[in-house]
């Protein structure tokens, strides 16, 4: 048995596998005073070993895929992930290039996509919320 | 009991056992509570690398007496061929030593006759 405050209180790993930087700074942002998300317990953390959700950026450039598939590995379950922005989602302005290895889902299983160039930080907020209500469902059935 | 005052400030053993065996169950009750739902012998329990393959234990650190590191990973290819010879057995040193002094030897009767 778990602490139920800590049920809600969902960790989050940010994992950047080629991102122009402008998804990450918006989810930055949902950490910034206006937005504030740690007041609900939500935060980044350091390794996907603690998190309960993966947040993805970038189109997945060739050398990222190994890293990727690993990090996702290495989370705990039940886990979340969630793609942001729209190179994750179809590789966005960089979708002809060489040296992608396709959208995020390609790869590992995404749970939360969130379009946007880059998504707004009310998105991901609802985004990690939508991440929490399936992680519960799913807590539900393995309980 | 055993009361040692400086001023404000104030050491009892008692006190500081009591609060040091708080403080640990507390944390005890904490991590008792955390995740179990971990997978035994997956990635789920190797060390995080940033997403990196963790390497095997011994090149895992660089020791510390060992200040040539980046000179041996530089030049691995001429380091490789050179330290096959090296057995650190002293037969196969006194062979390389006597084989040696033969060619010098022969160099040396050769250009003498010369």
Redesign the interface.
């Known amino acids: 048995m778990s602490f139920k405050a800590f049920k809600r209180a969902l960790w989050v790993y940010h994992l950047n596998t080629g991102s122009c930087n402008g998804c990450d700074i918006e989810i930055l942002a949902v950490l910034t005073p206006r937005y504030d998300a740690e007041r609900f317990g939500i935060m980044l953390v350091g390794s996907p070993r603690h998190a309960d959700v993966l947040l993805v950026t970038g189109p997945v450039g060739r050398q990222m895929v190994p890293r990727l598939k690993r990090i996702y590995e290495q989370a705990p379950d039940p886990k979340m992930v969630i793609a942001i922005g729209s190179c994750g989602l179809e590789g966005g302005v960089f979708h002809e290039s060489y040296n992608l290895a396709g959208p995020i889902d390609q790869h590992i299983p995404v749970d939360v996509y969130v379009p946007g160039c880059p998504p707004r930080p009310e998105a991901i907020i609802e985004a990690v919320v939508k991440a929490w209500v399936k992680l519960e469902k799913v807590e539900q059935g393995v309980s | 009991m055993l009361i040692s005052e400086f001023g404000f400030a104030f050491w009892n053993p008692i006190i500081w056992l009591i609060a040091f065996i708080v403080v640990m169950a507390i944390a005890y009750l904490f991590r008792s509570?955390?995740?179990k739902?971990?997978?035994k012998d997956?990635?789920?329990t190797?060390i995080?690398l940033?997403?990196?393959?963790v390497p095997e234990a011994e090149q895992q650190h660089i020791r510390a007496h060992n200040v040539y590191w980046g000179f041996f990973e530089t030049l691995k290819g001429y380091y490789d061929k050179v330290m096959k010879p090296h057995t650190g057995i002293v037969n196969d040193y006194m062979i390389w030593f006597i084989a040696i002094i033969a060619i010098i030897a022969i160099i040396f009767f050769i250009v003498g006759q010369v």
């Open positions: 509570r955390g995740q739902q971990y997978k997956t990635a789920q190797k995080f940033c997403g990196e393959e």
